[in-house]
């Protein structure tokens, strides 16, 4: 334990306390934060060591870097919340390139008045988030602003991976003829958190699918990782986003099959009475990936061996097409565009 | 899911898809406007055309009552929501459209603006009560189905004694709007479109009932059948009206029996009666001003009507005159021949009314059924070579 830190006295009342201006202004109050909260729930050697930074082991390969910031509002919502949120978003970004994430940090601006207890709660899910998925966060940042200057607490955290030798994905990468691989199913989080939404509490038996990848994108790699052209985790703007962005940067199109998406009941009764569209919905655990044909079998059934990928299906392919449309073939046998959402999506009034 | 699934029945859709083909006569053509918005939504996200054979064409009626609202209104919404002591609240999907200044209410607060999004009146009624320094105006929209909640909220704020609680009222009747398109010469003279039927409202005739509708269809000899929102129901009321026309009927049917009576509710109809009244005439973006369209507050609760409380003032903005709003949504013309359609007016920039609501022909088009438009050139294309 750092000495410095050992020689703040403790006394941080994380049950009734609140974060006050003090927390952030870098004195002793600020020290009890980070080592009461922080520092006891990410607990690993790099922290211990006290430093600004942490030095750490590279090991071969090609590095990726990726950063993110969160402000999720509820802050708690079923399955999670923003500070497991945190560390799985950067995961996966990291993973997604078909890396295997090394290490994490995490940047915390904080609004005066924050409760303590609701700080210790998210602090402690993103040590477990990290540890659950082998991830340390070594390195971070505490701020506290006045009351109103934020929304309760906003998180960003930064991750660096390595990328195993041979393995170059790209968001141009896909072509016509590759398969398209789903790792489960759609909708789970975004409507998890709008269940909780204030104006709009409804009861939903749905908890966000909120998941690090990077175990799952491991098994991918081991089954056929030269076969996967490139990989999306379908975050905000659902697999409809995801979908259009890799169209448009590999300038091809998608045909897709409605009836092989998963989609669970309650996430489907809840976009019926919101008037919104699973594939338009946010997923903070699931992946697309685009392989080529004769990859996709045995990447199918690593994934399906996975418990993250159990319910994984190619769910279409790639085609030649200039306007870069994702067109759909839906349960009726008709077809449709699945396009970009346009702005935030908002519930139709009839 | 109960009570959605057994509307979404692929195969059921498929057995009524082939009695359809064998009942459209091959040497005559049907043209049927769905009035809804809600129904051109279904018709183009679950692909409904693709299932209709060439010579059965859905065609796209004016019923979004986003898409119908004019932006003069819209302005004088964003206007009132700029007082500093006024709370404006809306419903999300009137957050976008653009006045004649390209503000919207997004903008407007962005700009600093207290707009708040709501999902029922009695949220905005929730605001008024928790904060009585504030203005709390409720931004009302839509056709018969939102005027009983309206109504609903006026009731309670009155019962409730809550002086800071006033309604912008914009709602429309739908009878008034059928009325229009089949008076328009394009209907009735000009015979440069042709509609042979309708898809009524499905919540609109909920709360009338199929009765208003018996005028039209024996006036104007047009078939009407009433349908629900789901794609069965959708594809059944082309069936209906199909057998009609071929039997040479013109009369009113309920395919929406399950929530709809020939009556309505006659209860949410009395207490709608008991707080609005009909003004003269009312603009209609893309149709122009129409008679006896639009309902306003009855003198007597002129304390909880917006326009008078705070002295509004609308004005009559025109849309973009190379826009084909009014034409596509009587029906004349279809999305992709405006100019506009996909160059400059898209979802993310919508320059007219049929664009601006996602129940809009041309959001549809545009969102899901883009693609026609580039197979029917490229047939063409072929066809050519």
Redesign the interface.
Known sequence: MNMMMEAHSRNLDVANGRVDLSHGAGGRAMGELIEGIFHKAFDNIWLRAGNDQSAFTVPGGRMVMSTDGYVVSPLFFPGGNIGSLAVHGTINDIAMAAARPLYLSASFIIEEGFPLADLERIAESMGSASRGAGVPIITGDTKVVERGKADGVFISTSGVGVVPDGLDLRADAARPGDAVILSGSIGDHGIAVMSKRENLEFDAAVVSDSAALNGLVAAMVEAGGRQIRLMRDPTRGGIAATLNEIASQSKVGFHIDEEAIPVKPEVTAACELLGLDPLNVANEGKLVAVAAPEGAKAILAAMRAHPLGREAAVVGHVVADDDCFVQMSTSFGGGRIVDWLSGEQLPRIC | ?KY?DEY?N?RL??DIARQIASTADPARSYHFMEFCG?HTHVI????????LPDNVRMVHGPGC??CVLPIGRIGAAIALAMRPEITLCT???L??VRDRNGWSL?KAKAAGADIR???STL?ALRIAEAEPQREVVFFA???E??TPPTALALKTAIARKLGNFSIFCNHVVTPAAIHSILESPDVREFGTIKIDGFIGPA?VSAVIGTKPYEFFAEKFRKPVVVAGFE?LDVIQAVLMLLRQINDGRHVVENQYIRAVTRLGNVKAQAEVANFFEPRESFEWRGLGELRLSGLRLRPQYAAYDAEKRFSMVTFRAEDNPACECGSILRGVKKPADCKLFGRVC???TPIGSCMV???GACAAH???????T?ARQSDAGRAVA
Do not use: C
Not at chain 2, 44 to 51: C, F, Q
Not at chain 2, 366 to 372: E, I, L, M, Q, V
């Open positions: 899911m959605i979404r692929g859709t498929h809600g183009s996200r679950y692909g409904l055309e693709d299932l009552p986003v419903y999300g999907d957050m976008r997004l999004m709501v999902y949220d929209i839509g056709f189905t939102t919540h794609p898209t979802p993310d609501s996602s129940e545009w969102t899901y059924g883009r693609f026609r580039k």
